[in-house]
């Protein structure tokens, strides 16, 4: 199926310091997502993304969280200033119709 | 508040025999509902997908049926295989809008 790409796979940190997400989605696709996984638990909803817009954002996505995607390039989840509960696997997904969406291979964010 | 219920948390059948995964959910403005199956490690791979204008949808050994007036929906796995081992989420969306996903089921076939 279509291939999202997410950089970096693995990233650790100091609580407290900036951290960006990159996530390189399908490249006709309109449509571009975040969500937050904890071991052994579902996904869980944190933004969506269209047109150069947020359109919708859950209660877990926190004034420190910011998302954009300048002039076509990544879509990107920036953290600032990270906490201990922001480690998890965070997946990006897109979608062309806002239908199916493909979900990339996820960037494991350990806060220490 | 839980959107997506799903059942079982885990199942263990035979290879060849048929698995079944339910899920149930609340909000009647869904109106798209996928299957994904993660392995350990992995991103969630869409599987199969319905919406409400059908009330099964096949796809070889994969078939959703689903059931508007009861707000349930589940995912057959017909002549399992081992390699069909995996976390399986069933997930309710509006268009465009986010997925809620379910708590997942983790499936083993036993060889």
């Known amino acids: 199926g279509p291939k999202v790409l997410q950089i970096p796979s693995h990233q650790i940190i100091d609580m407290g310091q900036m951290v960006t997400l990159n996530c390189d989605p399908v490249?006709?696709?309109?449509?571009f997502y975040w969500y937050k996984q904890i071991l052994g638990q579902q996904m869980e909803f944190l933004v969506n993304?269209?047109?150069?817009?947020?359109?919708?954002k859950s209660k877990l996505f926190k004034d420190q969280f910011s998302v954009e995607r300048p002039d076509g390039s990544y879509f990107t989840l920036k953290i600032q200033p990270t906490a201990l509960e922001d480690s998890a696997v965070y997946f990006c997904?897109?979608?062309?119709?806002?239908?199916?969406?493909?979900f990339g291979p996820g960037t494991r964010l350990t806060v220490l | 508040q839980q959107q997506v219920r799903q059942s079982p948390q885990s199942l263990t059948v035979w290879e060849g025999e048929t698995a079944i995964l339910n899920c149930s959910y609340e909000d009647s403005t869904f109106d798209y509902f996928p299957w994904y199956h993660q392995f350990p490690g992995e991103s969630p791979a869409l599987l199969i997908a319905?919406?409400?204008?059908?009330n099964k949808k096949e796809d070889g050994r994969f078939t959703i049926f689903f059931n508007k007036r009861e707000k349930k929906f589940s995912l057959h796995i017909a002549d399992s295989q081992p390699g069909d081992s995996a976390t399986y989420f069933c997930a309710a969306s509006r268009r465009a809008d986010r997925l809620t996903f379910g708590k997942g089921t983790q499936l083993i076939i036993q060889p």
């Open positions: 490249s006709n696709h309109l449509y």
């Open positions: 319905i919406r409400p204008v059908s």
């Open positions: 997904a897109s979608s062309f119709l806002g239908d199916e969406q493909y």
């Open positions: 993304f269209y047109n150069g817009k947020v359109m919708e």
